[in-house]
């Protein structure tokens, strides 16, 4: 059965670079053609979708953060990444990565991890 | 950008009782792709329903999802315990957005 795992700093300082590992097990990162995506959530607040990456490295990022965002795939250890730059304290957020099926719906979500912009 | 906006923002319901939550697209959604989720405290969202009214697997019956073009519906037909939580809408004809979610909170 597929499972994801969110790891990354939980503390981030103001105008740095935010970056999030999602760990990939019970299957090939590759296999199925599946993509890959982020989501978040700020504490106590709805859910905003940061982008999604397929295995060929080709992405999708939602337009409010694209300047700021990178996202890949590292298929040797199966897993998928998000960098997000200049941070504020707006990016203080539960980051999700989750799977969507056929790029579309999100049928499958690792637990989150909160991620704090702070000084 | 498609707005999605979500009401009511609370719905305060006993066990027992039908839920019916709404979502309202700024634009039609392009083929109806439109998806619902359940959010409990401390945990990562559930997918309920996909392509407006397709139940995702493992989701009990009393969960429906209707509407097309710019009105789409959650129906809970009788309220477990375990329902109550947050709905939220989601939309991906169109990039993607969520709206601001429904509490459903036990009257």
């Known amino acids: 059965q597929l499972h994801l795992q969110e790891s990354g700093p939980g503390l981030v300082k103001p105008s740095e670079t935010l970056s999030l590992i999602c760990s990939v097990s019970?299957?090939?990162?590759?296999?199925?053609?599946?993509?890959w995506g982020w989501i978040r959530q700020p504490p106590g607040k709805g859910l905003e979708w940061i982008g999604t990456v397929y295995n060929s490295g080709d992405t999708f990022y939602n337009p409010s953060l694209k300047s700021r965002l990178t996202m890949s795939v590292d298929t040797s250890r199966n897993q998928f990444s998000l960098n997000l730059s200049s941070v504020t304290a707006a990016d203080t957020a539960i980051y999700y990565c989750a799977r969507p099926l056929t790029n579309h719906y999100f049928d499958l979500w690792g637990r989150g991890t909160l991620v704090t912009v702070s000084s | 950008e498609i707005v999605l906006t979500q009401s009511p923002g609370t719905l305060s319901l006993s066990p027992g009782e039908r839920a019916t939550l709404s979502c309202r697209s700024s634009?039609?959604?392009?083929?109806?792709?439109l998806a619902w989720y359940q959010q409990k405290p401390g945990q990562a969202p559930r997918l309920l329903i996909y392509?407006?009214?397709s139940r995702a697997t493992g989701i009990p019956d009393r969960f429906s999802g209707s509407g097309s073009g710019t009105d789409f519906i959650l129906t809970i037909s009788r309220l477990e315990p375990e329902d109550f939580a947050v709905y939220y809408c989601q939309q991906y004809g169109n990039s993607r957005t969520f709206g601001q979610g429904t509490k459903v909170e036990i009257k």
């Open positions: 392509g407006a009214s």
């Open positions: 634009q039609s959604v392009r083929n109806n792709y």
């Open positions: 019970g299957d090939s990162i590759t296999s199925n053609n599946y993509y």
